[in-house]
C-alpha cells in the first residue's frame, strides 16, 4: 500500500476537520478569540529535516515521517496518525521569521499518548529523530483557508501583534501546524500559528 493511499484511506469518512484521530492535550489559559494561551503537557514528537520551499518541505517531510508510521521501520509496527503536522523554521532562526527567508525547515508528528521514546520503534531512516518536548506554554491563532505563505504571514503578523500589545514574549520560531489533509475544503480546515512563550 503507498503511503498517499494510506492516508486517503486514514481520512475517509472522518469530514473535513478529522476529529476521530488523536490530537494533543492542552488547557487554555486565556481565550481571546481568534487567540489562545495554552498549557502543554510533555510531547513526543517525530522530527525530519527538509530543504526547499515551506511547500515543497511540508509535502516531502510528511511522506518520510508517513512512512514510519506506515510500518516503515525496524519492527514494521503500525502508528496512528495524530494531528496537527508541525513544521518550523530550522535552526535559530529569529522570532519575526519570514516564510520567504526560510530554506531549511523540520516537520514534525506527534507520536501517540500512548507511546513512549523507549517504547516507540526503532527507524530505519536516519532523518527521523525523536524528541521528547518538555511541558510548555503556547501562544496561538487558529484559522481556516488554503495553506499559502500569504495566509500564514498573514495570521504570524496577526498573533505577533497580539503578544506586543499584552507584553508576551515569543521564545520560539513560529510554527506552522496543519490539523487536516490537503483534499479538504478550505472553509473545514482548521490552521493554526503557534509560538512558545518564555517562562
Known amino acids: 500500500m503507498s503511503v498517499r493511499f494510506a492516508v486517503m484511506v486514514l481520512f475517509l469518512g472522518l469530514g ?13 489559559e486565556f481565550e481571546a478569540k481568534p487567540f489562545q494561551i495554552r498549557d502543554y503537557p510533555p510531547l513526543l514528537t517525530a522530527t525530519v529535516h527538509v530543504s526547499g520551499t515551506r511547500d515543497e518541505a511540508v509535502s516531502s517531510g510528511f511522506r518520510l515521517l508517513a512512512h514510519y508510521i506506515f510500518g516503515g521501520n525496524q519492527t514494521k509496527t503500525k502508528i496512528a496518525m495524530t494531528a496537527p503536522v508541525l513544521q518550523t523554521p530550522a535552526g535559530k532562526p ?42 510548555h506554554r503556547m501562544a496561538v491563532i487558529a484559522f481556516s483557508g488554503l495553506w499559502t505563505d500569504a495566509n500564514l504571514q498573514e495570521h504570524q503578523q496577526q498573533l505577533l501583534d497580539f503578544l506586543a500589545e499584552r507584553h508576551l514574549t515569543p521564545d520560539s520560531a513560529p510554527i506552522y501546524a496543519f490539523y487536516n489533509p490537503p483534499w479538504t475544503p478550505w472553509f473545514w480546515r482548521t490552521n493554526e500559528v503557534q509560538y512558545r512563550l518564555a517562562n
Open 16 to 28: 473535513g476537520r478529522c476529529m476521530a484521530i488523536e490530537t494533543p492535550a492542552y488547557h487554555v
Open 94 to 135: 529569529a522570532v519575526t521569521a519570514t516564510v520567504a527567508s526560510v530554506t531549511g525547515w523540520d516537520v514534525s508528528f506527534i507520536m501517540p499518548s500512548s507511546y513512549t521514546k523507549a517504547s516507540l520503534p526503532a527507524t530505519s531512516d536516519a532523518a527521523i529523530h525523536f524528541s521528547e518536548v518538555p511541558a
